[in-house]
């Protein structure tokens, strides 16, 4: 699908969309519990969806309600199960390094797959790590497919998180269902604490509680597996996908987000005091964050933590006046597509110069962003950067595999309609459209 963004002025109160952070979690802990959960506020998106196909393909009970919610039913619990066969991560990287220590809880053959980009990520993570656990692994080169057969057998580990904390959040929950004596995973150079900070607060809602020393150990007690009540989870709103939006009114207009906080565990929220040391207004109350633009000026920014803000970051640096510089470049090396060559590459389509040095990406903003066609390289962030930056540019902007959104936002243009951007879905595959 190509979509054609017009320059537009956005206005107007809309919903965050749900975390597909905090939804993949969810779908975890409601696997693992010894009980029912009732999923509210969840997510539509692909990874939303294959994380719970891969709960129903462990054996889980999951039905939707008059509400929309979801309900997830696990008899007897999840410590010890008998599941052989293939579960499928699509594209989703978190539902690949979280839910491979969780099935390798069965004592079946169980084959590890997915799709796309998918299928390029390195998870020789865990090559190394699962012999030590009892767990058999073949991989494939240290690729997708994986076959692996449990029971995984918690111990002392100790682990390498430069890579992804994702890998670690796997450990974290296959780990506080499946001890049986005291244990200990010693954690070394972790990225991307914040989504730690959210697993654990998951995990705490759900009645495990795993302390940790400074991110660097984490410790870990029987689990009782006792039969519980049944609880109720509400998704967050998402500050990754949110970022979008609020970084399209800093740019051209004004937004009220409705379901989000500033007191959430997930790191993206980092995006206001960027948007705000950059000059758009902002204005934060218990349930909504509002941004307005304003006289944009270079920013500085750390990213090494909160690698997704990359690409909105990048749109709005096209139209601060001066250099912007972040951090944490090598961070992007694995996502769906390596997002710093992609958003170097389709950017300067644009008109907007960015160089990479060492570990930094520095990008040279406030001249003219060109409208033109950009293509996605089916990277979902990189198709709602593109499309927020061509709200200010000189002309159209086309956008080619413009469906990569719905991996994280499906409801992503809609929801820049109703902010009156003009766009169109489905033009022809050519700029020629653009005039049309």
Known sequence: MNVKIDPSRISGTIQAPASKSSMQRACAAAFLYNGTTVIRNPGSSNDDLAALGIIQKLGAFVSMDEHGDYIVKQKGGAVSYDYSGIIDCAESGLSLRMFTPIAALSHGEIIVTGHGSLLKRPVDFFDEIFPILQIAIDSNLGLLPLKIKGPLQPVDITINGS???????????????????????????????????????VMHHFGWKIDHMDYKEFYFTPFTGQALPAITYSVEGDHSNAAFLFVAAAISGSIKVEGLTLNSSQGDKAIIGVLQNAGAKVLADANSISVSSGLLQPFTFDATHSPDLFPPLVALAAYCKGIS?????????????????TLQHEFEKMGVKISLQNDEMIIEGGEIVIGTMVHSNNDHRIAMATAVAGLGANGPVIIQQAEAVEKSYPGFFNDLVHLNVSLQKNINDTFAAAGS
């Open 163 to 201: 890579l992804s904390s994702q890998f670690l959040t796997g450990l974290l929950f296959a780990y506080a269902v499946a001890c049986k004596k005291p244990v200990t995973i010693k954690v070394e150079n972790l990225k991307s604490k914040p989504y730690i900070d959210l697993t654990l607060e």
């Open 325 to 341: 510089r972040i951090s944490g470049v090598s961070r992007l090396a694995h996502k769906e597509s390596n997002r710093a060559l």
